[in-house]
């Protein structure tokens, strides 16, 4: 008779079978006993969604404290997008600043604020460009379709950004 739990001989190899003999020796002369962990939940080191081919990599980058491509490219682009918008708010402050109520916009002035203009809408779009490129990259390069970015247009980045910087 099969008690639960246990799997009938004649469906087991005889490395199984050896195994298995082995295992119960070493409960019942206690072995187990007083294992660290014992009575507690086993916590997994591996990330359920990660194909169990890919885990051996993971597990070994992770331990070198090294990040797949992909990770890192998503987080060299976050940063990207955050210093953007950071310049753009600062800006938009500094042109407050230059301008200051308004009413003396006229002549050099005006100029040399329109310049500014020119100058920080040329690096906006150089910046949105290189963004745009690293998306593109990093969208061919993460594993799940559903964690790509989407995909920036800098045309109408651009004409917000015109909109809400016009010329004096």
Request: charged share 30%; proline share 4%.
């Amino acid at each position: 008779m099969v008690r639960a739990g246990e799997t009938g001989a004649s469906s087991m190899s005889w490395v199984e079978i050896i195994a298995d003999r082995k295992i119960r020796d070493a409960q019942d002369e206690g072995k187990f006993d007083n294992l660290h962990g014992a009575g507690k939940s086993l916590i997994l080191e591996f990330d359920p969604n990660v194909p169990p081919d890919h885990r051996m990599a993971y597990r070994l980058m992770r331990e070198a404290n090294l990040l797949p491509d992909w990770i890192e490219a998503e987080k060299e682009i976050r940063t990207l997008q955050a210093r953007w918008y950071e310049r753009v708010a600062l800006f938009r402050k500094r042109t407050r600043d230059e301008a200051g109520d308004g009413s003396a916009t006229t002549g050099f002035k005006a100029n040399r604020l329109d310049a500014h203009r020119n100058v920080f809408l040329l690096q906006a779009a150089r910046e949105l460009l290189e963004s745009k490129r690293q998306i593109e990259r990093f969208n061919l390069i993460v594993p799940a379709v559903n964690r790509q970015m989407v995909r920036l247009s800098v045309r109408e980045m651009m004409q917000e950004l015109e909109v809400a910087f016009p010329c004096h």
